[in-house]
């Protein structure tokens, strides 16, 4: 049985994995990249900060950040690329029906490597979602 939380991430692999110029997408990856071999652009999916936030009618509810680490290279345009996560992701605020509501709450640009042209943006994410008291 998968948890509520693992039915949003896979959600958000699947909607990242549809905007057509990434080329690699995972979720919760903690062991080191090798940056020469990684295709890009590149999007690493991590599971941060959650918060209940009320209980209504047995339900449990809460407020989840998600964060959306987004590796360029080169010519690539970090806001159009912005652009496209940021309709993918809205096109179903649900996250495939396990959430009442997700939205992009911020987003940072980096500059990684000048020399090899490599910057990256971690866009953050709220998620709502619910589930039955002890059921998650």
């Keep these: 049985m998968t948890t509520t939380r693992q039915n ?41 900060r959650e918060e209940r936030v009320e209980e209504v009618l047995s339900r449990e509810t809460w407020r989840w950040t998600v964060i959306l680490e987004v590796w360029m290279h080169g010519n690539t345009d970090a806001e159009t690329m912005l652009a496209a996560i940021h309709k993918a992701m809205q096109d179903d605020y649900t996250r495939g029906g396990y959430a009442y509501n997700s939205y992009r709450t911020g987003v940072e640009f980096l500059v990684i490597d000048p020399s090899k042209e490599t910057h990256a943006m971690l866009i953050t994410y709220t998620i709502r979602y619910y589930h039955a008291t002890g059921v998650m």
Excluded: W
């Excluded at 896979?10 to 549809?18: A, L």
């Excluded at 979720?27 to 999007?43: K, S």
């Design 8 to 48: 949003i991430l896979s959600n958000i692999v699947s909607t990242v994995q549809g905007v057509t110029s990434i080329k690699h997408v995972e979720a919760n990856r903690f062991t080191a990249v090798d940056a020469e071999v990684m295709p890009y652009p590149a999007c690493f999916i991590y599971s941060d």
